[in-house]
C-alpha cells in the first residue's frame, strides 16, 4: 500500500515547491506571477488539493518549463523505453483530460510526445506557453479537436497534424461528441 506521501499530488507538488525555491521565489511572489491564490499554491505544493491543467499551465509559465518536464521526474540515460500500460498517466480533475507520457523528458532529449484523451465538451486554455516559441505538434488520433493559437482557430480531424512555435494564448476544444484522442509532441530546443 502507498504512503500519501507518495501520491501524485504529492511528489508534484514537493516538485513545485523544489522548482520555486531554486528559482528563488516566495510563495507569496510565485502565486501573484502565476495568477493563483497564495492559498492554492500552498495546498498544491503540500499535495493537499489536486492541481489543474489551467493551475500547472499557470505554473509552467510562470517557471518556464514545460508541462511535461514538470511532470516527469528526469531521466539521464542515452536510451529510454516507456511500455504504454507503464507510463505515467495524469488526470486533470477540473476537465477530465488524460495526458499520458509517452516519451518522457529526458536530460539528453528535446523532445517530449505525451498521449491525451479529452472529453467531448471539454476546454484547456493556457494563456501563454511555457516557453515563449516553444515548437509543438498536436497529432489528433480519434475524434475531432479544435485548436486556437493566439487569435486563429484550427479544426483537426483524425490523422491531421497542426504544428505551431507557441507565442501566446493556446486553447485545446473538444465540440464534439466523442472523446478526442490526440499526440502532443514538444521540443524545448529553441
Known amino acids: 500500500m502507498k504512503n500519501k506521501d507518495d501520491s501524485i ?27 493563483l491564490g497564495t492559498a492554492t499554491l500552498s495546498r498544491i505544493e503540500r ?27 528526469v531521466e539521464t540515460s542515452d536510451v529510454s ?12 480533475p477540473e476537465t477530465g483530460l488524460s495526458r499520458t507520457a509517452l ?15 479529452l472529453p467531448s465538451g471539454a476546454r484547456i486554455s493556457y494563456q501563454r506557453p511555457p516557453v515563449e516559441g516553444l515548437e509543438q505538434h498536436v497529432l489528433v488520433l480519434g475524434g475531432a479537436l479544435n485548436l486556437s493559437y493566439g487569435s486563429k482557430e484550427y479544426l483537426l480531424g483524425p490523422k491531421d ?20 484522442t490526440y499526440l502532443v509532441i514538444t521540443s524545448t530546443a529553441l
Open 81 to 92: 523505453q516507456v511500455k504504454f500500460r507503464e507510463a505515467g498517466v495524469w488526470r486533470d
Open 47 to 73: 499535495g493537499t488539493t489536486s492541481a489543474t491543467a489551467k493551475n500547472l499551465g499557470q505554473l509552467c509559465s510562470t517557471y518556464e518549463i514545460t508541462m511535461s518536464r514538470l511532470l516527469m521526474q
Open 9 to 35: 499530488d504529492c511528489i508534484l507538488g514537493a516538485h513545485l515547491a523544489r522548482i520555486r525555491k531554486n528559482l528563488g521565489l516566495s510563495l507569496e511572489v510565485a502565486a501573484a506571477r502565476s495568477n
Open 161 to 180: 497534424c497542426l504544428s505551431a512555435r507557441l507565442r501566446g494564448g493556446t486553447s485545446f476544444v473538444n465540440s464534439s461528441t466523442d472523446k478526442s
Open 103 to 117: 516519451c518522457p523528458p529526458n536530460a539528453n532529449f528535446n523532445t517530449e510526445i505525451s498521449f491525451n484523451e
